[in-house]
């Protein structure tokens, strides 16, 4: 069956520090690997996504995750969080070709610290 | 221009009866689908309309769901006889023909069943 699985549930972090959420999806075939944001009162946005080439993808805000093939992994990474990225990310897949539906993983809370 | 919306904003009901979940896309938007978001877990994936094909019912938990697209555009979740565990928040987006991979999310009916 797919599935995406988010080691992290809750991440608390003060300003400045590093940040990498993981992301492993099971599927057999190619996918599209996407990262969505929440932020506190705000409806789903994208955040960055990959589709083919370059492995390395960078996104809005300073994001950007990387598609390691052989792992099954697309981490997202910032190397300064700052205090408005506050917010729970969804990592998603769906099948490269097939259908367009999203499996998401169940979330990472993201709690920045001034 | 305006987003992907999503009415009502919330909704409560008793246990056992209908509601109606309205979504209005993105304008041009080929693509639609529902997803429901239950506490604590991820996007779970409903149902899929693409143009006029039709739809992929495939996500839905059980037969008092259903789904409706009029004229293309404007579609219509209908829950029959609610239940407790329909309690979720259910989320719409939409994505044009060009890049059919990227789905656009509406803020979300949030459905609380007594």
């Known amino acids: 069956a797919q599935s995406v699985s988010q080691h992290n549930h809750h991440v608390i972090l003060s300003e400045a520090a590093s940040l990498e959420l993981g992301c492993n999806y099971s599927?057999?075939?190619?996918?599209?690997l996407f990262w969505y944001v929440q932020y506190p009162g705000q409806h789903l946005q994208l955040l960055l996504k990959?589709?083919?080439?370059?492995?390395l993808v960078k996104g809005i805000k300073g994001f950007e995750a990387e598609f390691i093939k052989s792992k099954f992994s697309f981490n997202l990474r910032k190397p300064s969080v700052q205090w408005s990225d506050t917010a729970e990310y969804f990592c998603a897949f769906s099948p490269a070709g097939g259908r367009r539906a999203l499996t998401f993983g169940s979330g990472t809370r993201l709690q920045v610290q001034p | 221009g305006a987003g992907v919306s999503q009415s009502p904003s919330n909704k409560v009901t008793e246990k056992g009866k209908d509601v109606e979940l309205r979504c209005d896309p993105i304008s041009g938007h080929t693509a639609l689908y529902w997803y429901r978001q239950s506490l604590g877990q991820g996007l779970e994936f409903l149902i899929y309309?693409?143009?006029?094909?039709?739809?992929?019912k495939s996500g839905l938990p059980s037969d008092r769901f259903s789904a409706e697209r009029t004229g293309g555009s404007v579609s219509t979740l209908t829950i029959q006889r609610t239940q407790q565990e329909d309690s979720a928040v259910y989320l719409c987006?939409?994505?044009?023909?060009?890049?059919?991979?990227?789905?656009?999310f509406g803020p979300g009916t949030r459905l609380l069943v007594l």
């Open positions: 309309f693409q143009g006029n094909s039709a739809p992929d």
């Open positions: 987006a939409s994505s044009p023909r060009q890049v059919q991979e990227t789905q656009y």
């Open positions: 990959y589709f083919s080439g370059d492995p």
């Open positions: 599927y057999g075939g190619t996918v599209n």
